[in-house]
């Protein structure tokens, strides 16, 4: 608890004792009167203050509004100890609902406990700890067994086991060594490890991640969005309400019956109608319900960027993937070159020159497979052309290397290859060199992954690649994916997902997951935009929605439960607040429910949607 709720805790237990006390006195009168004022003010005088405030801003209709009208009635009307308990529940709610969500928050903080205190530099032979705001890129730091990593960087000296947890979920440890990259958030378990700084501490994975969690709760859902119109109405048509309670019978029963008016009772049956109303369960419940789910879903290493994606995640229909390094490594093997004018080293050796500048997966495993360093001075001019490949000057010779529709568009004539695979193609010079058949390896857990969304009530999987269509289908027949579609450029991606989003009906959603890799633009066009593989890859965190640490396709089912769990749990204590007020306004306006019945319900509700929102913190295993 902190000193404000502390000091709270001690008004109301004052009150209470004071209550305690003055109800079993015999007073009378003004006695009365006065003696009850002094639990009153010391449990309510907040309250007042804020009510009167609002009257003054003009911003009338609230909840302290609400509560001191309630109250002061009450006392007017002589039921003192009605009064001052109604304000002392009212309190006792405030004060619970304050410590939960200081709870809550304190929680995902826990979770995402990853922010480093500090950077240990060494100078003149001792460490030194600095702010990690403090250290420039390219510092060297060292990071002791048990310490987090500060900033990312790359490993200069040591070897040891890191800890990813805080980061992906992931419970195993990752080796490292020198010459490894390391993002910072993991923890180092066992060596002791020196790192150069590629980044800055603001610029670090750590930090983009927090930055991206606190924002996270500006960015409302629908149903928070509704709730606070809602109130907007629904507090001033209570008020008009209660208002109309106090004066209608009383006159009808005067004028049209002929009886006693009994303002009186009437009153007392408007103030606790009042009393009843005030709708601080929804209120507050709506959005810890959301920031549970959001912490929640953090916790198991996938990141939410706001309360409104994860109510779109919850309503996904359709799940649209790209192929390489989504489903597939997009780590490719060699596994032949064929039909080559040269041998097969220098074609390879050409191929890999030619890929030097590209960071696309196929370039990657071909500068790998060449396994030398690359001398940058004998290549010129180099053009990537997306979704085709890329062409340069090697050596003075102009070589092209990528897939048939390069080709084509260079008028070359290239030979096909039946094997399963992906090719490709190089021509120098204008002619055709031969190709290198590669071929990538599906994720462990891609077939799973699938068969888990049309668990989790997927009603359809498409796979969009720019790879060959034989390749597609392969992984598709594979996988158990749907529908494929196959040979697209990066720009048919786009029009193929608006296609989809055409197709599908009412509040249906649709997500694609991509790597951030050359996908940004059908990441942003869909209605929720999925990134995997997220460490290390800032293009992934920039343009995603939804952020899955690790490169574990079984995620993406595991990040849909949560958001439906949240939004069912949302649900839940809307329909149960609004439920049960209907109820006691019904039994207030009857005459049947008093105040106290009122603000049990009132405080009670509160309690229990609370409790249940937090419910949205903990995921299922599968
Ligand atoms: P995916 O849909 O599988 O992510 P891309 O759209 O990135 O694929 O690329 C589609 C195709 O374009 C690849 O299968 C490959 O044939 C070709 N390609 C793209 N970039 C390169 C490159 N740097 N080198 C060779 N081929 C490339
Ligand atoms: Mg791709």
Redesign the pocket.
Known sequence: MNKKQKKVLFRIILAAVLIAVLSFLPLKGYLKFGLFMVPYLVIGYDILIKAGKGILNRQVFDENFLMAVATVGAIILGDYKEGVAVMLFYQIGELFQSYAVGRSRRNISELMDIRPDYANVEQNGTLEKVDPDEVKTGSIIVVQPGEKVPIDGIITEGTSSLNTSALTGESLPREAGVGDEIISGCINMTGVLKIRTTKEFGESTVSKILDMVENASSKKSRSENFISRFARIYTPAVCYGAVALAVLPPLVRMLAMGLTPEWGDWIYRALTFLVISCPCALVISIPLSFFAGIGGASREGVLVKGSNYLEILSQVKYVVF????TMTQGVFEVNGIHHNELDKETLLEYAALA?SA?S?P??VSLKKAYGKAIDRTRVEDIK?IS????TANVDGKSVA???TKLMESLGVAYKDCHQVG?I?HIAIDGAYAGHILISDTIKAHAKEAILALHKAGIANTIM????RKNVADYVAEELGIQTVYSELL?ADKVTKVEELLERKEGKEKLAFVGDGI?DAPVLSRADIGIAMGALGSDAAIEAADVVLMDDDPLKISKAIRISKKCVRIVYENIYFAIGIKIICLILGALGIANMWLAIFADVGVMVIAVLNAIRALFVKKL
């Open positions: 790209d192929k390489t390094g890929e590209s696309h196929i370039s990537e979704g085709n490949g890329v290397v990528g897939n992906t490709v969009l690649t720019g790879d990066p050359n």
